[in-house]
């Protein structure tokens, strides 16, 4: 048996699955076949419910250092150096008490994935470059992987290493995916993209630029405000260059010929790529490896980042023998409903930006509303105990909720201005000593940390040990879950942020617990 309990053959999401699985006393592997890190911007953009679970993991603060908000895109007709219009990209939105990190962030993928890995050498784990999964072998209660390491030298070393669990977050080419024998389902759009990070001077780092010429679309996304490494984005939805793979050379004549702007020249490309669109049918591994779909709306990366915190969680559970292996099912039941709504709302996307729409040409570009993944939701799940009135409506799984008070399946608002009364080691609101005292007693122990709320100027004297008690002084809390100063209420917040149950009494609290733990 391996000293890991789990190998994870990665891209960026595979740190994140990394940490979630080691701040919860999980021991990992993380192998990359490449010889160095990649480089790149890559998929920039964190959509607020990404920096949500950012927060939650402790990782946002360094994060927020190496990034900037979403600019202003230009626009531009042929030979003009001056741009004809701006498309407004995301608007700002105030931050309130509930969501604290409204606004979309931007960090390029090769610097966001370096920040990630220097949390994980705080915790003792390293990725183990040159290292690629060449087969795996699945047993009952175990897989063993045959792993081929690479030294700078290029002498091969082959080991066959026995994990607890696999997770393949390898990307699109997924090693994972071919040895399981998966495949996506569903039919490739026509339009070819090709992209790639390439050194571009003569245009303005602070704006995205772009020339549209139906069929074709061109644009510049920068890597940052210092920086003139900018991202080329260039598709065709004819069949003219259908298969066709570009090299740097060929995307700067398309400029030119888009752009007749002989003023910008271009340095080296650090990477290019062509990308062919595909619909995914059924989810069983993470990220890219699982789900390829358009690049449009910034989804991708954060679709991924949600894949991983949802199975990280869970995995932590049964692989620390306190829920059943069953509780991983879940993982395909929760994301593939979500996925379908993503695949959807990236397809609309890409054919509002890159078909065009003569009616509202720009539409496609807003980066606000459900592209924002706040409202991203889990209702209809086994593991979610849902409020009667509720269950089963009829509601997107990128839908806010509509009852204008705190369900189930929905994202925990945040509720700052909170003040301990007693630090001892879901949420309480409001209801007498003696009931609350009676539900802390029955909740699982070790496993659940309990916070009981009180309303400002109220205060305990059930004299339980239990629960850390905190005073609502600002009412944040009160107000944003909508509850009652006299009344018992407990909301149980799952590890990802998620409401997993508002109940009122005792069995509500066992049977939502009987869903999740052995």
Known sequence: MSNSSVLIALVLQGFVLALVLLKNG?????????????????????????????????????????????????????????PVGTITLSEHVKPTPDT?????????????????????????????????LLSLEQFPDSVVARIVKTDADGNQIEEDTRFDWLIGTDGARSIVRKQLGLSFLGETQSEHIAFGDIVIEGVDPNFWHMWHEPPKLLYLRPSGLNSKVFML???????????KTFTREELIEEFYAMTDRRDVTFGPAPWLSDYRLMRVGRVFIAGDAAHCHSPAGGQGLNSSVQDVVNLGWKLALVQKGLAPEALLNTYSEERLRVIGQMLQLTTDLHKKIFRGDSKNPDQGWFRGGDIQMLGVNYCGSPIVQEDDAVQGASVTPYSKSGTGRIQAAYRAPDAPGLVPLRCTPSCFFGGDDTTRAEVLGRLPKKTVRAVLLLPK????????????????????????????????????????????????????????FHKILS
């Not at 990630?116 to 705080?122: I, K, M, N, S, W």
Request: aromatic content about 4%; glycine content about 12%.
């Open 26 to 82: 999980v021991s990992v592997r993380i192998i990359e076949k490449e010889m160095s890190h990649r480089v790149g911007s890559r998929g920039s953009a964190i959509q607020p419910r990404t920096l949500e679970l950012y927060d939650i993991l402790g990782v946002l603060p360094n994060i927020l250092k190496v990034g900037e908000g979403v600019p202003l895109m230009v626009k531009y007709v042929r030979g003009e150096i001056n």
């Open 100 to 132: 604290p990190h409204p606004n979309g962030h931007v960090v390029p993928q090769d610097v966001h994935e370096e920040v990630l890995r220097a949390y994980l050498r705080d915790l003792g784990c390293s990725v183990e470059l040159g290292s690629q």
């Open 233 to 243: 984005i260039f598709t065709d939805s004819s069949k003219a260059l259908a298969g």
């Open 457 to 512: 100027g109220q205060t305990a004297t059930d004299g339980s040990s239990t629960a850390l008690v905190l005073e609502d002084r600002a009412g944040h809390a009160y107000a944003g879950y909508g509850m009652r100063v006299d009344e018992l209420t407990v909301v149980i917040v799952r590890p990802d942020g998620v409401v997993g149950a508002v109940v009122i009494d005792v069995e509500g609290v066992e049977r939502y």
